[in-house]
């Protein structure tokens, strides 16, 4: 998603550079829960869904979603889909050490770890996808998201402005 937020972001930039180099290093990964016994299942939930109104005459947009694991084994997103979307698809920003640019990729899935969550962003994982009609802000957009373990899982994600 980089394009689509270099204009909204290229003043703030500068400021949040620190920030934001720190939260890749998490790699979007927060401590949930400690983990429990061993030899469970994974648990997971799929919350805070949002999709960015896309801007002006660009087609494509990205949504961002909360997995939480609060199971004792790991799991996998392994594909996001959506009646109302085309091109839906895992992307992850990096930044290349040293560089100052980013770069954004195709991912094919995204472990989320037992007893952790993934808080999805502009700057690291999101889901990229092209709307079949234009989004209108406050709608609520139906997703599924298929993990390896625990099967599908149908989540809406509200039409906010980018950066919200
Ligand atoms: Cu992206």
Same mark, same amino acid.
């Given at each position: 998603?980089?394009?689509?937020?270099?204009?909204?972001?290229?003043?703030?930039?500068?400021?949040?550079?620190?920030?934001?180099?720190?939260?890749?290093?998490?790699?979007?990964?927060?401590?949930?829960?400690?983990?429990?016994?061993?030899?469970?299942?994974?648990?997971?939930?799929?919350?805070?869904?949002?999709?960015?109104?896309?801007?002006?005459?660009?087609?494509?947009?990205?949504?961002?979603?909360?997995?939480?694991?609060?199971?004792? *084994?790991?799991?996998?997103?392994?594909?996001?889909? *959506?009646?109302?979307?085309?091109?839906?698809?895992?992307?992850?920003?990096?930044?290349?050490?040293?560089?100052?640019?980013?770069?954004?990729?195709?991912?094919? *899935?995204?472990?989320?770890?037992?007893?952790?969550?993934?808080?999805?962003? =502009?700057?690291?994982?999101?889901?990229?996808?092209?709307?079949?009609?234009?989004?209108?802000?406050?709608?609520?957009? =139906?997703?599924?998201?298929?993990?390896?373990?625990?099967?599908?899982?149908?989540?809406?994600?509200?039409?906010?402005?980018?950066?919200?």
């Amino acid at each position: 998603m980089r394009t689509l937020y270099a204009r909204l972001r290229g003043g703030l930039l500068a400021a949040l550079a620190p920030v934001v180099a720190a939260a890749l290093t998490l790699g979007g990964l927060s401590a949930w829960v400690a983990a429990g016994a061993a030899g469970g299942p994974a648990r997971i939930s799929v919350t805070d869904g949002r999709v960015f109104l896309p801007y002006g005459s660009v087609a494509e947009t990205a949504a961002f979603f909360r997995i939480t694991n609060s199971g004792d *084994s790991d799991d996998v997103l392994e594909s996001v889909r *959506s009646p109302r979307a085309v091109d839906v698809m895992l992307s992850r920003t990096v930044e290349r050490e040293g560089a100052n640019v980013e770069s954004m990729r195709m991912v094919e *899935s995204a472990t989320v770890p037992a007893g952790r969550r993934i808080t999805m962003e =502009p700057d690291g994982l999101d889901v990229m996808l092209r709307p079949k009609r234009a989004l209108r802000l406050g709608a609520e957009v =139906p997703f599924v998201l298929r993990f390896r373990h625990s099967g599908e899982v149908r989540v809406t994600a509200v039409v906010v402005r980018p950066g919200s």
